[in-house]
Structure formats: C-alpha cells, structure tokens
C-alpha cells in the first residue's frame, strides 16, 4: 500500500521520496517522479512528514532507530506518519521515543488495499493532537477522502485498526465456511455468493476474496502472515483489556494454523 500511496501523491504534483529493500518497488516510484534516497536517514530535512509503511513492529524500529534510520535526521517539529497495523504498546512506545526529540507522531493505520491507496479512497483511522492534525490536513487530504478521527493519543488509531482486521478475519473465515457449506450441500458456488451478496450474510472481504475462488483465482491478495499477525495482535488486545472475544480467537486460530501448514 505504500507505492499506492506514493503514487497517489504522485498523481497530485507533490515532491516524493521513497525507500524500500525492494529495488523493484522503488523503480516504479522512480518512473512516476519519485526521488530515490538508499536509507530513511537520507531523506530531506524540509519534508513536509515521514510516512512510514511497513509490515509490523520490529521494521518500524528499523526504518526509524536502525544505524541508518530516520531517527539520524529528524529535528524538533517533524511528524512522523505510522501506517504499519502494529500492537497500540508498541505506536504508544514510537509515539513516546519521538517527542522526546520533539517529533510529531500520527498514528495512521490504514485499510483498504494498494488499489484504493492509489485513487485516494483508502481509510485512515488517525490519532494525533489537534495542531498536528491542523499542520498535516493538506498531506492528509490528498492521501485520503476516508480521514477518520479516533482520538488525539496515539495508540487509539492502532486499536481502531485490530478492531477492524478481526471483524475482516472473522468474516473470512466465515465467508469461507459458509461457501464450503454450499458446495457439500450441492449448491451452485456463484448462485450461493449472488444470493449471499444481496442478503444478510454479505461482507466486503468474503464477497471479494470468495468470487475469487470460484474463478479458480488463488493469487494471494492479504498473505497469510498478514492475517496471523493482525488477528493475533487483536486477541492480545482483547486480552489487556479483560475481553473475551471467541470467534475473533477463532479466526486467529485458523490464519495460524493456515500459516503453519506453509500456505501463503
């Protein structure tokens, strides 16, 4: 999602810079505008904000207090953007770190795909003080038309975030069951979804990742590990907080086991 965000801003006539371990990933930025820079610590210190768009915890910790992290360059007034879907101990933990060198932390997890990162229609589930809020709006607003205001602590974003990707993993492996119910049953597959589409039953992530199926599609769109560790972050959350939360345990069950039998 981060070369769809990048993109995006691309698009708008913004000044991007990027860098990732995948060279790749960086060309295509290259070839829409991008500056290439070969670590974060090399990253212009008049930027307006440092967008960070990674997998989980310990890349953050790279990207930002690595040898060669941002950390090296940032001054009193930056803001840091943290995007990763990361546990709230551990954005509260970046958050704190930060603003002990007087840096802006937004916690801006974000849903929705590469595709919906490139148009601009992705969500953003934002935790940040007011005036921080105020000093990005323009970034924000380009970034996003779904800009969702949790609180100003950060942390509050993340724990938005595990809410949604437990309820995503929740109805994936409903939506997964239920179709595998049909076809024991001898039910036609798409006739099953069409119905399910216009019912009760229906839900983004089952209507798109089960059409998928049944057209023999079996590209992985969200990896597994993905799964895992977002609904596994959500039951140690539900946890912390005293709640009991079985089917969302479940899920996470299932995406674990699926990862331990080696599936993508």
């Known amino acids: 999602m981060g070369g769809g965000m990048a993109a995006n801003l691309l698009s708008q006539g913004w000044d991007v810079q990027v860098c990732d371990i995948d060279a790749g990933k960086v060309a295509d930025m290259v070839a829409l505008g991008a500056t290439a820079i070969d670590s974060p610590a090399e990253a212009a210190t008049d930027s307006l904000a440092f967008i960070i768009c990674v997998v989980d915890a310990a890349q953050t910790e790279d990207v930002l207090f690595d040898g060669q992290g941002l950390a090296r360059m940032l001054q009193p007034g930056h803001a840091v953007m943290l995007c990763p879907t990361i546990s709230p101990q551990d954005v509260e933990s970046f958050a704190s770190r930060l603003a002990a060198r007087g840096v802006h932390t937004l916690d801006a997890p974000m849903s929705g795909g590469p595709a919906r990162a490139r148009d601009g229609t992705m ?12 000093q990005q709006a323009g970034l924000l607003q380009a970034l996003s038309a779904k800009v969702f205001r949790i609180s100003e602590k950060p942390g509050d974003g993340a724990r938005t975030k595990l809410v949604n990707n437990l309820l995503a993993g929740i109805n994936l492996v409903g939506a997964a069951e239920a179709l595998a119910l049909a076809g024991r049953l001898g039910l036609d597959l798409g006739t099953t979804l069409d119905v399910i589409e216009q019912s009760s039953g229906q839900s983004w992530i089952g209507s798109d990742r089960m059409r998928r199926a049944i057209a023999g599609d079996y590209a992985p769109r969200a990896h597994v590990t993905l799964l895992e560790k977002d609904t596994r972050l959500a039951v140690e959350a539900a946890r912390t907080a005293g709640f009991d939360g079985p089917l969302g345990l479940r899920a996470s069950q299932v995406f674990a086991e699926a ?6």
């Open 123 to 134: 969500s953003l589930m934002l935790a940040c003080a007011d005036e921080v809020y105020a």
């Open 259 to 264: 990862h331990q039998a080696g599936l993508a």
